[in-house]
């Protein structure tokens, strides 16, 4: 007898009552400023997952170890922004009810902000760990309050000063990197100081944000807004398992992946490297842990 047959990321089918973390895909382009089709991300790095071993050689871990549950796909409202959101902080809010850490597969970088949003309910002192080429730290663009372009300034709307971390950029408006100076931590190309500011996150709730688009487009061409002279494979993982050694990371994000303007696949296989890295690391110290025990 043929059973149904429920596709998942590559290793992530624990069931939801014993997972840790819930993976899931918010396939949202809306608001994209330039090119768009970062909808389509979650649903082919779940196809092409299978092309990747769950072993990580870099720690030494497997995903086989995990406690991750893939909820899929979020079904989402077109043509109505605040809708939309509001759909995908509802989900977010539930996951934190049932004690899951949200690990969230955009879609555009709006899509972060609602997971924001029901975190910061849960977390007075949230903090934001923010990996990206761009600012995103218009008030508005071309009119529009709600924009990837917009999406860490209405974060700071409900954080305020001192509590967005930003590193990798090198691309915005000149008033925005001014604005940056008197609201975030904002390190311009790569992520010198990040140390520093780890150390200074010990002991609070992160959120850990990444645009994709933080990689230089000669190795990742696959997105909406490639931005030259950007981080390599290779510093952006060792940041990355940096920011993931934080005692207190209550929710992460992958966005910005358009796969189909990298037609050889390539940078689908980078996403979903960096993404079976980052839910290793996140889970490392649980896996470890039971190793002692």
Same mark, same amino acid.
């Given at each position: $007898?043929?059973?149904?047959?429920?596709?998942?990321?590559?290793?992530?089918?624990?069931? &939801?009552?014993?997972?840790?973390?819930?993976?899931?895909?918010?396939?949202?382009?809306?608001?994209?400023?330039?090119?768009?089709?970062?909808?389509? /991300?979650?649903?082919? $790095?779940?196809? =092409?997952? &299978? #092309?990747?071993?769950?072993?990580?050689? &870099?720690?030494?871990?497997?995903?086989?170890?995990?406690?991750?549950?893939?909820?899929?796909?979020?079904?989402?409202?077109?043509?109505?922004?605040?809708?939309?959101?509001?759909? +995908?902080?509802?989900?977010? %809010?539930?996951?934190? /009810?049932?004690?899951?850490?949200?690990? $969230?597969?955009?879609?555009?970088?709006?899509?972060?902000?609602?997971?924001?949003?029901?975190?910061?309910?849960?977390?007075?002192?949230?903090?934001?760990?923010?990996?990206?080429?761009?600012?995103?730290?218009?008030?508005?663009?071309?009119?529009?309050?709600?924009?990837?372009?917009?999406?860490?300034?209405?974060?700071?709307? +409900?954080?305020?000063? #001192?509590? +967005?971390?930003?590193?990798?950029?090198?691309?915005?408006?000149?008033?925005?990197?001014?604005?940056?100076? =008197?609201?975030?931590?904002?390190?311009?190309?790569?992520?010198? #100081?990040?140390?520093?500011?780890?150390?200074?996150?010990?002991?609070?709730?992160?959120?850990?944000?990444?645009?994709?688009?933080?990689?230089?487009?000669?190795?990742?061409?696959?997105?909406?807004?490639?931005?030259?002279?950007?981080?390599?494979?290779?510093?952006?993982?060792?940041?990355?398992?940096?920011?993931?050694?934080?005692?207190?990371?209550?929710?992460?994000?992958?966005?910005?992946?358009?796969?189909?303007?990298?037609?050889?696949?390539?940078?689908? /296989?980078?996403?979903?490297?960096?993404?079976?890295?980052?839910?290793?690391?996140?889970?490392?110290?649980? +896996? %470890? #842990?039971?190793? $002692?025990?």
């Amino acid at each position: $007898m043929l059973k149904d047959n429920v596709e998942t990321f590559l290793g992530c089918d624990t069931s &939801y009552e014993e997972s840790r973390i819930v993976l899931f895909g918010a396939p949202f382009d809306s608001t994209t400023s330039f090119r768009p089709g970062t909808r389509f /991300a979650s649903r082919t $790095m779940r196809a =092409e997952s &299978y #092309g990747l071993e769950t072993y990580s050689p &870099y720690l030494d871990l497997d995903m086989e170890e995990t406690r991750v549950f893939d909820g899929g796909d979020l079904e989402l409202c077109f043509g109505d922004t605040a809708r939309a959101l509001g759909q +995908i902080e509802d989900f977010a %809010r539930n996951l934190l /009810a049932d004690g899951k850490k949200p690990f $969230m597969i955009g879609g555009e970088h709006l899509v972060t902000l609602p997971v924001v949003r029901a975190l910061a309910e849960r977390y007075e002192d949230l903090h934001i760990v923010h990996f990206d080429a761009h600012t995103d730290l218009r008030d508005d663009y071309l009119g529009a309050k709600l924009s990837h372009a917009t999406v860490m300034r209405r974060a700071w709307d +409900i954080l305020g000063d #001192g509590r +967005i971390h930003q590193f990798g950029i090198r691309s915005g408006e000149r008033a925005e990197f001014l604005w940056a100076k =008197e609201h975030t931590h904002l390190q311009r190309f790569d992520f010198t #100081g990040l140390e520093w500011s780890l150390s200074e996150l010990m002991g609070k709730p992160v959120y850990l944000t990444l645009d994709l688009d933080v990689l230089d487009p000669s190795g990742f061409p696959g997105t909406g807004t490639p931005e030259p002279g950007g981080v390599s494979f290779l510093d952006l993982l060792r940041a990355l398992r940096k920011t993931l050694r934080l005692d207190r990371i209550v929710g992460c994000d992958m966005v910005e992946l358009s796969p189909h303007y990298d037609a050889s696949g390539a940078s689908t /296989a980078v996403a979903l490297k960096l993404l079976r890295e980052m839910l290793l690391a996140w889970e490392e110290p649980a +896996i %470890r #842990g039971a190793e $002692m025990v």
